[in-house]
């Protein structure tokens, strides 16, 4: 049986969650830009075949950067509601401060995903 006191989220538990997701989003994304310089130059968009077989050739890498987005997201959402709680916890008063760097995040991740078109 897990007593109360170990299965509550405090303070101390919610300040190294939110620095630890910091720090693993930051190594996702720096893990996934040289991705982006791997591999042949894009031939151009009008000869369909070549394209094909680019992004044949392509598929791993670019699996790999998915995933990896994906991990930077979930890491920028946990970081980010972590972040907004101890800046509330810390100073009440700047609240607005908290939901402003909390609504920035979000906008962020939403822009993206939806430049992307996912």
Not at 58 to 67: F, P
Not at 82 to 105: K, M, N, P, Q
């Amino acid at each position: 049986m897990i007593r109360r006191k170990e299965a509550l989220m405090n303070d101390v538990k919610v300040w190294h969650w939110t620095g630890w997701f910091g720090l693993v989003g930051v190594v996702l994304f720096l893990c996934e830009i040289p991705l982006y310089l791997v591999g042949v130059p894009v031939p151009p968009i009008n000869d369909a075949a070549a394209h094909s077989q680019h992004l044949a050739n392509i598929r791993v890498v670019a699996l790999t950067r998915v995933l990896l987005n994906m991990g930077f997201y979930v890491c920028l959402m946990v970081f980010t509601a972590g972040f907004r709680h101890l800046i509330r916890r810390t100073r009440s008063d700047y609240e607005w401060l908290a939901t402003l760097v909390f609504g920035a995040g979000r906008g962020w991740y939403a822009s993206i995903d939806r430049a992307r078109g996912a």
